[in-house]
């Protein structure tokens, strides 16, 4: 999985266990962060920080929870991507790192108590979790080869 798709895209197929959990299976790769000589963790991770530090290690966020700091519902999407797209930008509170909290980009999860297939609503200031999806878009419908790129990446589910 690259850095770059890891949350930005989106799609209508569904993993194999609804595309928005986790089966227990803990062959999932990380929601990798990035930790710095001094102390910051950004998203993505860079091979320097945000001051100029050595990356010296990572961070994995699946097992944490963030905040939604915003929304939106796109209604026009790429081929391939789930329509309507509901996105959020969440917030990472890493407590024993220095630094800004960090933010990730990235779907909302399909609700699977929806009839429609819809996602989870969402407001600002809900308590989410990263979820793995096996397919974050269709790959046979955009213009790339599907073997050029990841289609996996993480969805965020609200916390209850």
Known sequence: MSENDTTTEANTAESDD???GNDGND??????AAEYADGTVTYPPHPVGPNGAERVGSVDLRDREARVVTWTTSTAT?????EPNTLAIV???LDEHDGPP?????????????P???TFDVAIGDRVEPVYADELREPGAGIREPESQSWDGFRF????
């Open 18 to 20: 609804g595309g928005d």
């Open 27 to 32: 062959a999932e790769p990380a929601f990798e």
């Open 78 to 82: 790429p081929p391939g991507v789930r």
């Open 91 to 93: 917030e990472f509170e």
């Open 102 to 114: 960090v933010r990730a980009l990235g779907q909302v999860a399909a609700d699977p108590d929806d």
């Open 116 to 118: 429609d297939g819809g």
């Open 157 to 160: 589910r609200p916390i209850e």
